[in-house]
């Protein structure tokens, strides 16, 4: 005799919320940079987080005009300068799962702490004043 449809669906169904209850009661292990660290170039990764030398991310920014255009005007390379501080907002908006706008709202709290009007002054006073490592 054949079994109908809605049986072998229900089974199917109870199974993976069996599957679901029993991977959720067992738990995660969250993975740590330990977990990465392999080989040679792991070791030597942890003797130098050990130590404090790891490197620190860096993002290098170089605007340059197009070959042939001849020298970057002020006001282009202020312009770009805007371009690429908009796009910041917006990586830095999703690196950290929050809206642009949110993004501008604690970059302004920031520059109203430092007294300044834009991040490239901000970033130089933090540094005079310590609030940044130099790297």
Avoid: Y
């Avoid at 860096?58 to 300068?81: M, N, R, W, Y």
């Avoid at 950290?96 to 302004?108: N, P, R």
Wanted: hydrophobic residues 45%; contains cysteine; aromatic residues 2%.
């Amino acid at each position: 005799m054949r079994r109908p449809p809605l049986v072998g669906i229900g089974g199917w169904l109870v199974f993976v919320v069996l599957c679901l209850g029993v991977g959720i009661s067992v738990g995660t292990n969250a993975a740590t940079t330990e977990d990465f660290r392999i080989g040679e170039a792991g070791r030597g990764e942890a003797i130098a987080a050990e130590g404090g030398l790891q490197q620190r991310p860096v993002e290098h920014v170089l605007i340059t005009a197009k070959p042939g255009t001849g020298e970057l005007d002020v006001a282009a390379a202020a312009s770009a300068a805007a371009d690429i501080s908009a796009r910041m907002g917006k990586q830095i908006g999703r690196r950290l799962v929050i809206g642009e706008a949110t993004v501008k709202t604690h970059l302004l709290r920031i520059f109203a702490k430092l007294d300044v009007s834009d991040r490239t002054r901000a970033v130089i006073v933090a540094l005079e004043r310590g609030l940044l490592a130099r790297s």
